[in-house]
T-cell receptor, first 111, second 115 residues
Framework: RKEVEQDPGPFNVPEGATVAFNCTYSNSASQSFFWYRQDCRKEPKLLMSVYSSGNEDGRFTAQLNRASQYISLLIRDSKLSDSATYLCVVMGHSGTYKYIFGTGTRLKVLA | DTAVSQTPKYLVTQMGNDKSIKCEQN?????MYWYKQDSKKFLKIMFS???????INETVPNRFSPKSPDKAHLNLHINSLELGDSAVYFC??????????????FGPGTRLTVL
């Protein structure tokens, strides 16, 4: 089993739609969780951290479920500019801390 | 000003050659990283340095040798390049490694093509 798993997509949604991505992780000792966004042929950039209590940033909501070992990202009122690959990142500790990236979920928002 | 910069942006070379990629960050961060993103877009850590000391060394062929002359720079030298080394290499930095919550800032990537 991969350490961090995501549905690769693509998710094709119309503008204005709500879309949700899930990500599962295998190491129950994982400590920090993030969503990064990567545009085509660009570097990953932090979208938001994921807190135990859940957090919201504008149209984006992130949730963490430690019992089931998954995190989610909800995007409301999708914009064309939201089209990108969304990377789930889990910070694990096995001797030292390191980021473990999922393979990403590709989102296409259609006009 | 670019926070994390890498040179070159594109690198096309023949099998067997030796090449280097340079990375610099002007964020004052203590920790720097090299990642490899392959054709399937999977981003995997290769190395991590904290204050010029090697912290993470994943299972990477020893043809890859990172060098950190100071905490603002982390260069990657690759000997005897192979076809499978073709990928995008990203440099990143974060304030600290110990906390585990620091944001990582990525450079623009170096697209390496080995012919």
């Amino acid at each position: 089993r991969k350490e961090v798993e995501q549905d690769p997509g693509p998710f094709n949604v119309p503008e204005g739609a709500t879309v949700a991505f899930n990500c599962t992780y295998s190491n129950s000792a994982s400590q920090s969780f993030f969503w990064y966004r990567q545009d085509c042929r660009k570097e990953p950039k932090l979208l938001m951290s994921v807190y135990s209590s859940g957090n919201e940033d504008g149209r984006f909501t992130a949730q963490l479920n430690r019992a089931s070992q998954y995190i989610s990202l909800l995007i409301r009122d999708s914009k064309l500019s939201d089209s990108a690959t969304y990377l789930c990142v889990v910070m694990g500790h096995s001797g030292t801390y390191k980021y473990i990236f999922g393979t990403g979920t590709r989102l296409k928002v259609l006009a | 000003d670019t926070a994390v910069s890498q040179t070159p942006k594109y690198l096309v070379t023949q099998m067997g050659n030796d090449k280097s990629i340079k990375c610099e960050q002007n964020l004052g961060h203590d920790t720097m990283y090299w990642y490899k993103q392959d054709s399937k877009k999977f981003l995997k850590i290769m190395f991590s340095y904290n204050n010029k000391e090697l912290i993470i060394n994943e299972t990477v062929p020893n043809r890859f040798s990172p060098k950190s002359p100071d905490k603002a720079h982390l260069n990657l030298h690759i000997n005897s390049l192979e076809l499978g080394d073709s990928a995008v290499y990203f440099c990143a930095s974060s304030q600290d490694l110990a906390g585990g919550t620091d944001t990582q800032y990525f450079g623009p990537g170096t697209r390496l093509t080995v012919l």
